[in-house]
């Protein structure tokens, strides 16, 4: 494919690069995070067996069922996340991506007053979600092959990409035994979600006739959404077993805004084959654009068995159902060239998915008691894998191990868990929509993800209404 026939096609393809179209913004995966030491051991297979204020989470039935909800305070959660792409712009190259960074996911604690009677009542707060990545990546192509393309002397450009996405959970949790060993609990949490995606490319091409062709564009966009989130869940135990049930509804909307910016632009000096050159420009910018944003309906069980009076197993599944929304709903706008109207809106796309978790406990003493996990985490991004803002792609499959030790009154939990997944999409990080023929371009993107997550925490006696985990 000759040089001219690529800034042709660049030329002829200014309506495929610049209209880019709606962008898709996702977390892609639900269960990263876990509440509580013992449930990070566990692996988050606590549906059934949440035995401490971790209930108000993973199953609020449970709350009603425990002696005492005692308090918890957790040190520090430490992970590290590195992230590598291979051939994300032209093949052979790769850019990486580390972070580290210190958490405390769950804050939690009992409120006792004497008109609950049999009721229990507790407060929280979680990091629900945390989403960080940051790339840039850099291509400079000085007279490559003559073979594939003989008369391109230049082809440079630079693609930045970053997302960053928080979600916080606070509430309450109200729990009422109702006999025979089963428990009924609704938590209800008002949930907080941020989410910043932009992403840059700037290309510019050089024929060995001095004609070029310049590409550049800019999509960006920002919401915050607000709403109310209730779980319901049942929980039943007579030994040697435990089970429980959750359900967690989307929400109700309280409120929610953001605001995009689009700006696309091609100009080049190889005529196209009307005689004309290639000029077009697309800019659009719109603030207090609402905004709403709902997780999906899910369904969790779980179950944990006493094998002994020694070892405990236990067993998580949830269902989500598919989640398809509009998060920024956009006005469509014509290009100040002309062409079709373009529709600068910001979708949701995730389709349904389960998973599951086992993990097993064993008390070697008094004092001392060991823990063990594996959980699927799997991604609801679609297929085919949308360009630019679907990000985490890959599935997660996470391995945890730990020990418990009481000293005193108090608990000290060591922990180590290590999480990985890895996935190809059929295009570069940032689809530059061009029929590269000549092979200059990558026509795949390779994903490796790994953290690892160092816990160290200490549950203490000393504050019986206060938890941190």
């Known amino acids: 494919m000759t040089n001219r026939s690529f800034s042709t096609l660049a030329a002829a393809s200014a309506l495929v690069l610049c209209a880019f179209g709606p962008a898709r913004a996702q977390d892609a995966q639900y269960w990263t995070n876990d509440y509580g030491n013992r449930a990070r051991l566990l692996g988050g297979a606590m549906v059934g067996s949440a035995s401490d204020l971790s209930a108000v989470y993973y199953n609020p039935g449970r709350l009603a069922l425990l002696e005492s909800a005692g308090a918890f305070l957790t040190g520090y959660v430490f992970n590290y996340d590195h992230l590598s792409l291979t051939n994300p712009v032209a093949p052979g190259d790769g850019v990486t991506s580390s972070r580290f960074d210190a958490i405390a996911a769950l804050i939690a604690g009992e409120l006792r007053f004497g008109f609950l009677g049999d009721s229990r009542l507790a407060y929280s707060f979680m990091n629900r979600h945390d989403f960080d990545i940051r790339l840039n990546e850099e291509v400079i192509l000085k007279d490559p092959d003559p073979v594939e393309a003989p008369d391109l002397e230049l082809l440079a450009g630079s693609l930045g990409y970053e997302t960053r996405l928080s979600e916080y959970w606070a509430g309450f949790t109200w729990a009422k035994p109702l006999g025979g060993g089963l428990g009924l609990g609704i938590s209800t949490f008002v949930s907080v979600r941020s989410q910043r995606a932009r992403s840059i490319v700037d290309f510019q091409e050089l024929t060995d006739q001095g004609e070029a062709t ?9 919401y915050d959404s607000w709403r109310v989130l209730p779980k319901i869940g049942l929980g039943w135990e007579s030994e040697p077993w435990s089970l429980g049930v959750t359900v967690t509804t989307p929400g109700v909307k309280l409120w929610g805004s953001g605001d995009e910016t689009l700006s696309s632009s091609l100009v080049g000096q190889v005529e196209r084959p009307d005689g004309t050159l290639p000029t077009y420009i697309a800019v659009d910018s719109q603030e207090d654009i609402p905004s709403t944003f709902n997780s999906p309906w899910s369904v969790a069980v779980g179950a944990a068995y006493l094998f002994s009076s020694a070892t405990r197993a236990h067993f998580s599944a949830e269902w989500f159902a598919s989640n398809n929304r509009t998060i920024l709903d956009a006005e469509p706008f014509a290009p100040q060239t002309g062409g079709e109207p373009l529709d600068p809106s910001v979708y949701l796309e995730m389709k349904a998915l389960a998973n599951v978790g086992i993990g097993v406990e064993h008390i070697f003493s008094e004092k001392l008691t060991s823990y063990a996990s594996f959980r699927t985490d799997f991604s609801g991004a679609r297929e085919p894998i949308p360009t630019e803002t679907t990000f985490a792609i890959w599935d997660l499959f996470h391995l945890g191990a ?14 180590l868990m290590y999480s990985h997944g890895s996935q190809s999409r059929p295009n570069a990080l940032i689809d530059l929509g061009l029929e590269d023929e000549s092979g200059l371009l990558s026509e795949e993107t390779k994903y490796s993800f790994t953290r690892l997550t160092l816990l160290l925490g200490f549950q203490l006696a000393f504050a019986p209404d206060i938890g941190t985990g």
């Open 214 to 222: 310049v590409l550049s564009r800019l999509r960006d966009y920002s």
């Open 402 to 415: 730990g020990v418990q030790a009481t000293v005193g009154r108090s608990d000290f939990t060591l922990g």
